[in-house]
């Protein structure tokens, strides 16, 4: 995994280069190009507001030894623009699953428990009205949100957003798998074995279309072949055991993009697989994105997929977002410890070297904070565990369009830390 080279994501411009990769452009909405004119014929214009916007999550399950409980996802915040795929990145038990399970209200109460914060989701009632087929059309969509206990938190003539932490359970079905679709780490706990493919493929698309078990079928073969899946007819009455890993993982993303979601949750998508099929998934998912117009949250802990396919990252430690910028600021430029010590501990392809350092031997300190903001080195005493910085610490835009967890001069308990807000495109 080698990190991009320097094309000044600040102004929006310049081209980059992986090792090994096709070259790609890094592009910011906000970015003003030199001939206006000339970049609106050739590119499409970028969104200005997300789709998806979690303030300050806090998730908790109980202790072990029965004592105070444990934040798993502690003051999380994350913003994700359509088209857009925001890696989430971090060791185990970092909060990155619980934070995504957390936006579809996937998390059992009991024994998790919301603390706080808010899902907010752009509400757009024109996607569930979308067609499968030209004669079958989906129920119509409500001119409000589902429930009139969601909350609202739409800015005045912006788009409307609707808070799924206050939907019933009735009307999170209207979004789970329509709006927002999820795919599990391990693809052969996540299908159920008893049942063909074909069922459960349908079984979600009859769910939110208005269709029958005709139309369905059609639907669902159609969702295999696009996942790249050969005789889908044939497919669809196989039972999950009789694929291999690689199978199975197609089939779970051709049974989350079905009924072609605005945001895909992709949580691990490619961590049992071989490093070949690892590739098939990842460019299968890219081209995907691309086709249908959607959003992807992914989270992993390979630093070399988010390199690869990631527009924005958000690092996670402890149950909080230390560090987010784009692509290119963070593997040029990290400014938390966890982060630095993160890239340290990746081999370099043709590099020489004995002990690979692990993440906390890298976790400097940078010595080029904008004055007014301190980090604190790591701590195992302090709680969360690790600290830099203890619950004092923040969020803070600490330099354009780019984020860090430290402490600054006249915050005090009641400060809240700042929502990463970035349309950013590579």
Not at 71 to 82: E, I, K, R
Not at 230 to 245: E, F, V
Not at 367 to 391: A, I
Request: proline content about 9%.
């Amino acid at each position: 995994m080698t990190p991009p080279n320097d094309p000044n994501p600040s102004t929006g411009s310049g081209d980059t280069t992986l090792t090994g990769a096709p070259a790609f452009t890094f592009e910011h909405a906000d970015a003003a190009p030199h001939d206006a004119a000339s970049a609106n014929a050739t590119k499409p214009r970028r969104p200005r507001h997300p789709i998806l916007r979690v303030e300050h999550l806090r998730v908790s399950f109980p202790s072990p030894n029965g004592g105070r409980r444990v934040q798993a996802a502690d003051g999380v915040s994350l913003t994700v623009f359509p088209q857009q795929t925001l890696a989430v990145v971090g060791e185990s038990g970092s909060g990155k699953s619980v934070s995504a399970l957390s936006c579809l209200q996937l998390i059992p109460t009991p024994p998790g428990k919301y603390d706080g914060g808010n899902i907010l989701w752009k509400w757009d009632p024109g996607s569930e009205s979308k067609t499968s087929k030209p004669d079958a059309e989906r129920s119509e969509a409500p001119d409000r949100p589902p429930s009139a206990s969601a909350k609202s938190a739409s800015a005045s003539g912006g788009p409307h957003y609707v808070n799924l932490r206050n939907f019933r359970e009735k009307d999170m079905r209207a979004v789970r798998g329509n709006q927002i679709a999820m795919i599990f780490q391990e693809p052969m706990t996540s299908l159920n074995p008893v049942y063909t493919v074909g069922d459960q493929i349908r079984e979600a698309i009859m769910l939110h279309r208005k269709v029958n078990t005709s139309a369905a079928t059609d639907i669902a073969a159609q969702a295999l072949k696009d996942v790249g899946i050969a005789d889908p007819l044939s497919r669809l009455k196989s039972y999950p055991h009789q694929a291999s890993g690689g199978m199975r993982q197609r089939f779970m993303i051709a049974m989350a993009l079905a009924c072609e979601p605005r945001l895909l949750l992709a949580d691990e998508p490619t961590t049992a697989l071989d490093v070949t099929i690892q590739a098939q998934i990842l460019e299968l998912l890219r081209h995907l994105q691309h086709e249908q117009g959607m959003a992807v949250m992914l989270i992993t802990h390979d630093l070399g997929v988010v390199a690869e396919n990631a527009d924005v990252v958000a690092v996670m430690f402890a149950g909080r977002v230390v560090e987010c910028a784009d692509v290119h600021t963070l593997f040029t430029h990290p400014l938390h410890p966890y982060t630095r010590g993160l890239l340290a501990s990746m081999p370099v392809l043709g590099k020489h070297q004995g002990r690979l350092p692990n993440v906390m031997d890298g976790a400097t300190i940078p010595e080029d904070l904008p004055p007014g903001y301190t980090v604190q080195p790591h701590d195992p005493t302090l709680n969360p565990v690790g600290g830099y910085g203890g619950p004092n610490a923040k969020l803070h835009e600490v330099q354009p369009h780019h984020w860090l967890l430290c402490e600054k001069e006249g915050d005090d308990a009641n400060t809240k830390g700042a929502v990463p807000e970035l349309a950013f495109y590579r």
